[in-house]
């Protein structure tokens, strides 16, 4: 089982519409959840940066955790075509150093 | 610079080839981290330094990779004797803190071996 899942989709969304992204982890010592969001050809951007359980919003987007569950989830207000992307969750724990990455939603936003 | 800077940003090495990997962290930036992406996977680590210690190897799937940074600041990933199965896109990300908050991206190296 790997330490994190995440549904590759792709998913494709009119303009305008929420976006629901979401992925589910297994080790319970994750403590820091990120959402990076990554073009074609580009390394990943971070865009929501959450330590511990709660939300976190942040302009068009909103970060949730909820670690009772091992369930995070990343809204996207509004979506706009500039959005089209692939989104991955990233977490890690207060020992060690790396994070573990999800395989990335592919996201198309269509005007 | 105002971001990472990866090169070569494309490289095709023969099977067997030895290659080099260079990148350049966002000045003053404590930390430094390889990850390697995989086509249509997300990034899995490969090391981390602070400054110019190598805290974690962990990630390094053979005793072909090595990575250094001898100063503190630029660092070169090396893969000696290069398969097939090395070929994919080679991140580095660095952080002004030895923590685990988010980091800033390069835009990855891609390494072809054919």
């Known amino acids: 089982q790997k330490e994190v899942e995440q549904d590759p989709g792709p998913l494709s969304v009119p303009e305008g519409a929420i976006v629901s992204l979401n992925c589910t982890y297994s080790?319970?010592?994750?403590?820091?959840f990120m959402w990076y969001r990554q073009y074609s050809r580009k390394g990943p951007e971070l865009l929501m940066y959450?330590?511990?359980?709660g939300n976190k919003e942040d302009g068009r987007f909103t970060a949730q955790v909820d670690k009772s569950s091992k369930y995070i989830s990343l809204f996207i207000r509004d979506s706009q075509p500039s959005d089209s992307a692939t989104y991955l969750c990233a977490m890690g724990g207060n020992t060690g150093n790396q994070f573990y990455f999800g395989t990335g939603t592919s996201l198309t936003v269509i005007p | 610079g105002a971001g990472v800077s990866q090169s070569p940003r494309y490289k095709v090495a023969k099977r067997g080839q030895d290659v080099a990997l260079r990148c350049d962290p966002i000045s003053g930036h404590v930390s430094l981290f390889w990850y390697q992406q995989a086509l249509g996977q997300g990034p899995e680590f490969l090391t981390y330094?602070?400054?110019?210690?190598?805290?974690?190897k962990s990630g390094l799937p053979s005793d072909r990779f090595f990575a250094e940074r001898p100063e503190g600041s630029v660092s070169t990933l090396k893969i000696q004797r290069t398969q097939q199965e090395d070929s994919a896109v080679y991140l580095c990300?660095?952080?002004?803190?030895?923590?685990?908050?988010?980091?800033?991206f390069g835009s990855g190296t891609r390494l072809t071996v054919v």
């Open positions: 990300a660095s952080s002004l803190y030895a923590q685990n908050y988010g980091y800033t």
């Open positions: 959450t330590y511990s359980s």
């Open positions: 080790n319970s010592a994750f403590q820091y």
């Open positions: 330094f602070q400054n110019e210690a190598q805290l974690d």
